[in-house]
């Protein structure tokens, strides 16, 4: 772990770049927590603010990066609905991804169009008003326009895409490429700046491996030009692999988020030091998301063990045979016990805090949940 201060001066001389990158950062309320989500809690409690316990590791960094899985838009906001409530932050939350240290976010992953074409560009908007700028969008010609950065003498292009199925909005307003077509824009990117970083929404959720055919593709990513891949949307932190030049964080996991699973809270911050060379160095600052959704580093054994939890998985990855049959059967299983072990605590969580809810929302989730399976 290291959340000590470096040295800004030196590595401008040496034209070196630290970048500091978490995972899922939602700052809305989760369907199951409607009324004490994230947001309810950012503006009920007298300190909202859930990075203020972790932003000193945050800020000490050139760039600092995130993944937006949510909007902040109240557009088409209908009162007592819950699809339309759920995974909304407020537009006013910006100041608060500001004030963290956060100066590049993805907002290229599947909640993005939940609330529709309008909310994504209030969002898209409203962090660029912030001073933050929002990555994984497409231009005209529908592929992913880059964002350039000149930091230390260095020029840094960041790519961001989803490869999950799009579910809420059939106008798609975020790059949703396929693996060759991100080979070609880091190629093409590559020609045109020193360091190429790419985020990717994608995997699998509630698993801690990635797939073969996610290695693959990420390896086919640092063999294109790519200095470091970073990962999100399992919602569970996984390996991280030194291949060639390059690093390749599968996923971050949850950095701001209302689950309550102790799994589902562990966290990662990444620290890279970047040079022209790929990624010279890097390491990690655990962390743990605690019950008012605000991430806290950890110290001593609490630290050692998701250290070393995260280098085992680290040497999983090393060994696992990317063109092997039986890997893909094994990931396909987890996949769908890791799915099945969440819907059953969904259910359990429900019914505990039953009382905790608003009628309407008890009303709506057991409709819901009717109609899904009848």
């Not at 799009?166 to 880091?186: F, R, S, T």
């Not at 696992?320 to 049959?325: A, C, E, G, K, M």
Request: aromatic share 10%.
């Amino acid at each position: 772990m290291n959340d000590k201060p470096y040295n800004y001066k030196e590595l401008r001389m040496k034209g070196k770049v630290r970048l500091n990158a978490v995972g899922d950062l939602m700052l809305g309320d989760f369907p199951l927590t409607l009324g004490f989500g994230v947001r309810s809690s950012i503006r009920e409690k007298i300190d909202g603010n859930p990075f203020n316990k972790i932003k000193h590791v945050l800020m000490n960094c050139d760039i600092c990066f995130g993944n937006l899985e949510t909007v902040l838009s109240d557009y088409g906001l209908k009162n007592n609905d819950i699809k339309s409530a759920q995974m909304r932050g407020d537009p006013c939350f910006v100041e608060l991804l500001k004030d963290a240290g956060f100066n590049v976010m993805s907002i290229a992953n599947n909640h993005a169009m939940q609330h529709g074409p309008e909310a994504f560009i209030e969002t898209k908007e409203g962090l660029i008003q912030g001073g933050i700028a929002p990555i994984g969008i497409v231009g005209a010609n529908r592929r992913v326009v880059p964002h350039f950065m000149e930091v230390n003498c260095l020029r840094v292009c960041f790519l961001g895409y989803s490869l999950r199925p799009e579910k809420y909005c059939p106008q798609i307003l975020y790059a949703q490429p396929n693996v060759w077509e991100i080979v070609e824009d880091i190629k093409l990117n590559k020609a045109r700046s020193d360091i190429v970083i790419v985020s990717l929404h994608w995997g699998d959720e509630f698993v801690q491996l990635p797939s073969p055919e996610q290695i693959r593709s990420a390896h086919s990513f640092i063999d294109a030009g790519a200095s470091l891949v970073i990962g999100h949307h399992p919602h569970m932190v996984q390996g991280i692999e030194r291949y060639k030049d390059g690093v390749i964080a599968y996923s971050l996991g949850n950095f701001i988020f209302d689950y309550w699973q102790n799994k589902l809270r562990k966290t990662i911050i990444l620290h890279c030091e970047l040079s022209i060379k790929g990624v010279e160095s890097f390491d990690i600052t655990t962390a743990y998301i605690g019950k008012d959704f605000n991430p806290i580093v950890l110290y001593g054994s609490k630290s050692n063990a998701l250290s070393l939890m995260v280098d085992s998985l680290s040497k999983k990855i090393e060994k696992i045979d990317t063109n092997s049959y039986k890997q893909e059967r094994k990931y396909l299983l987890s996949v769908k016990t890791g799915l099945l072990i969440n819907k059953v605590q969904n259910r359990i969580y429900f019914l505990k805090n039953i009382f905790k809810y608003e009628r309407w929302v008890v009303i709506q989730s057991i409709r819901n949940f009717i109609n899904l399976h009848f």
